[in-house]
């Protein structure tokens, strides 16, 4: 089970990565960017780490208060889902 919840997160994590990398090269260019509510919805449903880990790889959203907490948070709170997890399935 806990491989299961393990690459859940991880899959997320991925893909929450990649669109912060989409998403600032395409403000670079000044093109069509990812709307906030989808980065916010895979950080919530369990992409805080690669959400936080690509905005400071890419320093994209830094500047905005909300996205450093918000997405510290979540990352926080994935993190401590899966230590969890481990201890009751690993």
């Known amino acids: 089970m806990f491989l299961i919840i393990l690459g859940y997160f991880a899959v997320l994590s991925l893909l929450a990565f990649v669109?912060?990398?989409?998403?600032?090269?395409?403000?670079?260019r000044r093109g069509q960017r990812i709307p906030e509510k989808n980065l916010w919805s895979v950080a919530i449903f369990g992409g805080g780490i690669g959400a936080?880990?690509?905005?400071?790889?890419?320093?994209?959203?830094?500047?905005?208060?909300?996205f450093r907490v918000g997405f510290l948070l979540l990352a926080a709170i994935d993190v401590a889902l899966l230590i969890w997890s481990f201890k009751e399935f690993g």
Do not use: L
Not at 19 to 28: E, F, L, S, Y
């Open 19 to 28: 669109m912060m990398r989409i998403d600032k090269t395409q403000a670079q």
């Open 52 to 66: 936080y880990a690509g905005m400071m790889a890419f320093r994209h959203k830094t500047k905005h208060t909300n």
